[in-house]
């Protein structure tokens, strides 16, 4: 018994750990943060689905401290917010979007379906975190991309961390799919272990 928790433990470790490397690997970053990155929140998801949501949350967490980390280096401090903002900021930014990415083992007892529906939402609990911290922290609207403008926070808010986070459910749920399709990966996860 101690032997599998042990197992458990170094698996969520190992997948930390490679859902972090994933992360810095970015194939598009945005100027006011967001970026596509080489399915980052993939290890994580795999994790949660096999083990449960119970683990997977703690392992989001530790990715969620690491992803706060990541936000710190690139200048988190230096951005001008108010503490209450800043607070507002680190949550709904960086330790509840990464941590919401536990809930993917949700569905796992339903098969592949189910891991893929539980992949789904994870992300776009992510996505919400994102959008809500673009209206209620955030509050931008201007320019977009070629010309486009708008005064419409919600709008700017939604087409921003749209741009980012749909590329990444669309990348990360093709890779859970291919990946679940694979029989290893079947096997794996046929052997779920309980919450």
Not at 61 to 73: D, L, P, T
Not at 97 to 105: D, Q, R, V
């Amino acid at each position: 018994m101690r032997s599998t928790k042990t197992k458990i433990l170094v698996e969520g470790a190992i997948m930390v750990a490679l859902a972090a490397v994933l992360s810095y690997i970015r194939i598009y970053k945005l100027p006011w943060g967001g970026s596509i990155t080489l399915l980052s929140m993939l290890p994580i998801v795999v994790y949660s689905i096999r083990h449960g949501s119970v683990k997977g949350f703690a392992a989001a967490f530790i990715f969620a401290c690491i992803q706060f980390f990541q936000g710190v280096m690139d200048g988190l401090f230096g951005w001008g917010l108010t503490p209450i903002m800043l607070i507002a900021c680190i949550l709904l930014d960086y330790f509840l979007p990464f941590t919401l990415l536990g809930t993917a083992g949700v569905f796992r007892k339903k098969g592949t379906l189910g891991w893929i529906a539980g992949t789904v939402m994870a992300l776009m609990l992510r996505f919400i975190c994102h959008f809500l911290s673009g209206v209620i922290i955030w509050k931008s609207f201007g320019e977009l991309w070629g010309g486009f403008f708008t005064e419409n926070t919600i709008l700017y808010s939604l087409l921003y961390n749209g741009s980012y986070m749909l590329p990444e459910i669309i990348l990360t749920t093709i890779g859970a799919v291919l990946l679940f399709k694979a029989p290893q990966t079947k096997k794996l996860l046929g052997t779920l272990s309980s919450d």
